[in-house]
């Protein structure tokens, strides 16, 4: 009888530990999906990090004056005509919201720097309120307007015009302001950032004859060109205007004979 109590306890033991482990494999079959799941969050935190929409957006107070500090989203409607390097760099300060430094400027510049205590004042003050001028000149500036020198080919009889060598896809047009001169360069850079061809000068067969007759069979020209501000950035070069091309004016100067040949305009989606 011992050994028959001792075989059934066995048994027993047998029987718990099966039914024991038989509810543990299907416990851990039911935590399966939730490891999965653990597993595929690397995609999940990837998505998160490349998604710069989501954090770029202003969550505080504190962010959003930031952001709106680095890069405004709205520009004048004034538009600044044939600006030197001087008024572009004024221009790139207010467009990224900084002031700037005037004053150092003013008393770095050599008249004012080797000028004997007696002038140096006065001298001070007539370079700051020029330097103050210039900035105050750009206030609620939206567009640029440049002329860019460009020549163009031979007639294209099949589409009916010329084509010119500038606007091509990806244009820039870079600026290389000293505001004294012991101070460094500082280069700014204007991106055309049009989307649809903008060299194409569409002209009749006699008209583009007259074109070329007009202008002493030369194929030099100069394009009046007009932007529309529509970005600024900073990047490692230095800072970028974002401008869209509205549109040209061709013409040229030769041997002091101003001469206008036309124009190509786009509007403000940029069909022609």
């Known amino acids: 009888m011992p050994a028959m109590y001792a075989s059934e306890s066995r048994c027993y033991r047998i029987v718990s530990l099966v039914l024991l482990c038989t509810f543990m494999l299907a416990a851990c079959e039911g935590e399966q ?28 107070p504190a962010v959003g004056d930031a952001n709106a500090t ?7 409607d004034r538009q600044l005509d044939h600006p030197d390097d001087l008024q572009i760099l004024m221009l790139s300060y207010r467009l990224e919201g900084r002031t700037p430094p005037i004053d150092e ?15 140096r004042p006065s001298l001070l003050k007539e370079e700051q309120e020029r330097l103050q001028g210039i900035y105050d000149g750009t206030a609620e500036v939206g567009r640029l307007r440049l002329n860019v020198n460009a020549q163009f080919g031979e007639y294209d009889a099949g589409r009916g015009g010329y084509y010119l060598d500038a606007f091509m896809p990806g244009s820039a047009f870079s600026f290389d302001a000293q505001p004294s001169p012991e101070l460094q360069r500082q280069r700014i850079t204007l991106q055309v950032d049009n989307p649809e061809e903008l060299n194409f000068w569409p002209l009749d067969a006699t008209r583009a004859q007259d074109v070329l007759t007009r202008n002493s069979g030369l194929r030099s ?16 070069e230095g800072l970028v205007i974002k401008g869209r091309l509205l549109g040209y004016t061709i013409g040229s ?14 509007d403000g989606q940029g069909e022609r």
């Open 33 to 60: 999906p939730a490891r999965d799941a653990g597993e595929a969050a690397p995609p999940q935190e990837t998505a998160d990090t490349s998604a710069p929409t989501s954090t770029a957006r202003p969550t505080s």
């Open 70 to 76: 680095q890069s405004p989203v709205q520009f004048g």
């Open 105 to 119: 400027w003013a008393s770095a510049q050599y008249r004012v720097k080797y000028a004997d205590e007696f002038k």
């Open 221 to 236: 020209v100069v394009l009046d060109s007009r932007f529309l501000i529509t970005g600024v950035s900073r990047r490692s």
């Open 253 to 266: 100067d030769h041997y002091n004979r101003p001469a206008t040949f036309g124009e190509v305009n786009f």
